[in-house]
């Protein structure tokens, strides 16, 4: 696609229910970044797929967190037995080949992110 | 571990003000530098990157920054600011390891209002 595509773009969950987001990426672009940002605490990384590698999943907050990449392309991220601590806005970002110095390879293009509200 | 600071969280100026915002980071190998805009209701978009060459990187909408690896600085600046330059602004960092990179951290924002 044109951009980078999540849904939904609003969720409000109950305390203990389980959520999925999830992110279409740009066509092509083989990395794939989640961030969460919340107020005063930034952009907070949570995981990064890049190519075929294993990901880098040194960010989720816990082991109710997880994320998938199916077939290079779209992503999961689910949050299991939610809480209200895990309210925040969910970014999704892709760029091209990771790599060559000077390249756009690390220009990471954003979604407009899925806000979550556990009440 | 790697990490981005931005130590101004607010910063009021009024239009035609100079701006400067303080961007450290801590690594000692070979960084890729961005800062990343966030204007009112739209997404996180590119402001500009340095990969290498000169230190002193032009983006858009006259904005710049340098590079001072002595420092671990990649400080954002502009000479003038205007209403339109209110938004969050996210300093960010990767590590380059022979052309292979890990992944973008980001600082934790600091918000620009240009009183007009």
């Known amino acids: 696609g044109a951009g980078v595509s999540q849904s939904p773009s609003n969720k409000v969950t109950e305390k203990g229910k389980d959520v999925e987001l999830r992110c279409d990426p740009i066509s092509g672009h083989t990395a794939l970044y989640w961030y969460r940002q919340s107020l005063g605490q930034g952009l907070e990384f949570l995981i990064y797929f890049q190519g075929n590698s294993a990901p880098d999943k040194s960010g989720l907050p816990s082991d109710r967190f997880s994320a998938e990449r199916t077939g290079g392309s779209v992503s999961t991220l689910t949050i299991q037995r939610t809480q209200q601590e895990d309210s925040a806005v969910y970014l999704c970002a892709s760029s091209p080949r990771s790599g060559a110095l000077g390249s756009g390879a690390n220009v990471l293009t954003f979604g407009a992110g899925s806000r979550l509200t556990v009440l | 571990a790697q990490s981005v600071s931005q130590h101004n969280h607010h910063v009021i100026l009024s239009e035609a003000a100079s701006l400067e915002l303080g961007c450290n980071y801590s690594y000692g190998g070979t960084v890729n530098l961005f800062w990343y805009v966030q204007y009112p209701g739209q997404h996180l978009q590119l402001l500009l990157k340095?990969?290498?060459?000169?230190?002193l990187v032009k983006g858009i909408k006259g904005f710049e920054a340098e590079f001072i690896k002595s420092k671990f600085s990649f400080n954002l600046r502009k000479p003038s600011v205007q209403w339109s330059d209110t938004a969050e602004y996210f300093c960010a960092v990767n590590a380059n390891y022979g052309g292979a990179t890990n992944k973008l951290i980001f600082g934790t924002g600091t918000l620009l209002a240009v009183q007009p």
């Open positions: 340095y990969f290498s060459g000169d230190p």
